[in-house]
Nanobody, 115 residues
């Protein structure tokens, strides 16, 4: 059974940094585009960053130049390094396939940025 487990969230002050990890199982990871998505209260889930199987990256305008997505195929893991965090980045962060999130959503990891 395919499974996604996100980790690394927490509470950080504005301007700080966090690194998120997503461990995938039950898929041929190296063949899959992977992305990070987030959902804030009262908002739709949105794509934050995506990375294709060959390493091409794409970012939402709101996080461009602050967040970096990367992957380690040997560990079936995708990462999101978040720098210069802002209160508006507060959300539950999820990983899934990119550009189409075909897998069941995991529990996500909460990121809270205080002002």
């Amino acid at each position: 059974q395919a499974q996604l487990v996100e980790s690394g969230g927490g509470l950080v002050q504005a301007g700080g940094s966090l690194g998120l990890s997503c461990a995938a199982s039950g898929i041929i990871f190296s063949l899959k585009g992977m992305g990070w998505y987030r959902q804030a209260p009262g908002k739709q889930r949105e794509l934050v960053a995506g990375i294709t199987g060959n390493g091409y990256t794409n970012y939402a305008d709101s996080v461009k130049d602050r967040f970096t997505i990367s992957r380690d195929n040997a560990k079936n893991t995708v990462f999101l390094q978040m720098n210069n965090l802002k209160p508006e980045d507060t959300a539950v962060y999820y990983c899934n396939n990119y550009p189409i999130p075909m897998m069941n959503w995991g529990q996500g990891t909460q990121v809270t940025v205080s002002s």
